[in-house]
């Protein structure tokens, strides 16, 4: 098999100034409304022109409350039904619609509804969370793990019961649906879904992050398909992550290739050399390190550093992650086409299974780069790629 399908994932970041580890901290960031909400008008650009540039899906995050600007679309199924009405092909995924935040019930009918007056282009996402911001305001835990986990696992037990028998029911710790009341002159022991996603079984993505084997044994039982990015796609990590899950899926019977029913995640930046890519990008790399460091999503990072990085006087001269480390590493895209085309070609040769690449711009990258360098990429990249430049057929 080969990459036939580039992706780009859009977290939701606005342009913003004085971005990188000398620029505004954090928490001390403070956009008016006026500009949070060009989040929409930045989605439609990227999604118009990665329609016409032969690009795959455009997935968007689920977020709430960021009055800083990195991450501002709270319902990536509204945003993803007005993108289908203003492009052609293009698919819409939602990377990820965060369950715990959810009652099931109702993600399951939104997603249906969205899947019946797309025709079938938007793709289902499931995750579990990283603000305790966001997901312990909507009354759900996320400090104790567990109880996270738990809630994610049974809300996707109901969703996928939901979308694939014609009634069901369901006794668990945090749900019991349909609640044992009187309907209409009977017991009310079922449910059906209404409506129900026309495309079935529903194509469904998850995140891998810890890549623990309960994790893994949970989305192969659903059939339930990993994106490996970020933190995790760096080095020997990714490669390990993609052996277990290989070995998660041969637990059930399934015999996968290397890279099968996977996508790879990278944060990208063509530049006409490496070093220029490197000058151009570092800014975006460090504001990124800045937003997710904090929030322990990268492991490597000592709680000095994390405190140090809300210190711009500190920050630039501190020992901290570099663009550069990213690079060697393998987690960041960077430089020339032609070595942007080697790297992926070398991940080809890797893993046979691999047929769909996400590349995404790190937060704080602008409009008008953001489409600059989405129009390098299918341009100056993918055509390295034929099999990547033939259309599936648009659903009626």
């Known amino acids: ?30 956009l008016p409304d006026e500009q949070l909400t060009t989040v929409f008008d930045k989605a439609e650009a990227m999604a118009k022109l990665m329609d016409r540039l032969g690009y795959s899906t455009f997935w968007m995050a689920e977020h709430h409350f960021q009055r800083e ?17 203003v492009t052609k092909n293009i698919k819409l995924g939602c990377g990820f619609n965060i369950c715990p935040m959810w009652h099931p019930l109702r993600l399951a009918e939104d997603y249906a509804t969205a899947d019946i007056l797309t025709g079938g282009r938007v793709i289902f996402g499931v995750g579990r969370g990283y603000h305790t911001r966001e997901v312990e305001t909507f009354g759900s835990p996320l400090l104790d793990q567990n109880a996270n986990r738990e809630l994610f696992e049974e809300s996707v037990d109901i969703i996928f019961k939901a979308f694939n028998e014609e009634s069901f029911s369901h006794k ?50 659903h059939g339930i398909q990993g994106l490996v ?41 063509i530049a006409d050399s490496r070093e220029q890519g490197i000058r151009e990008a570092a800014k975006y790399y460090e504001e990124n390190m800045k937003m997710f460091g904090e929030l322990r999503l990268v492991r490597a990072l000592s709680d000095e550093q994390i405190e140090i990085m809300r210190d711009p006087k500190r920050a630039p001269t501190a020992k901290l992650p570099r663009i550069e480390d990213a690079i060697n590493a393998g987690g960041v895209l960077c430089g020339s086409p032609e070595q942007i085309v080697e790297h992926l070609k070398a991940l080809e040769k890797r893993y046979p299974g691999l047929d769909r690449v996400s590349v995404s711009l790190s937060v704080g990258v602008p409009k008008s780069a953001c489409l600059e360098q989405l129009e390098r990429f299918a341009t100056e990249v993918m055509p390295a790629f034929q099999a990547a430049r033939v259309r599936e057929p648009a659903l009626a």
């Open 1 to 30: 098999m080969t990459i036939t399908k580039f992706d780009s994932l859009f977290a939701g970041h606005v342009d913003m100034d004085n971005v990188g580890y000398g620029g505004i901290p954090v928490n001390e960031r403070r």
């Open 69 to 85: 600007g990195y991450e501002c679309i709270p319902n990536v199924l509204m945003a993803a039904l007005h993108l289908a009405h």
């Open 172 to 221: 668990g710790k945090h749900y019991t649906l349909p609640p044992e009341v009187p309907y209409r002159g009977y017991d009310l022991k079922e449910l059906t879904l209404v409506p129900r996603p026309l495309r079935r079984p529903v194509e469904c993505w998850q995140p891998i992050q810890g890549g623990s084997e309960r994790a893994l044994d949970f989305m192969a039982k």
């Open 229 to 269: 990015g970020g933190g995790s796609a760096e080095g020997g990590a990714m490669h390990s992550v993609v052996l277990k899950w290989q070995e998660a899926h041969a637990r059930i019977g399934k015999q996968l290739e290397l890279g099968e029913r996977m996508c790879f995640g990278f944060h990208f930046y």
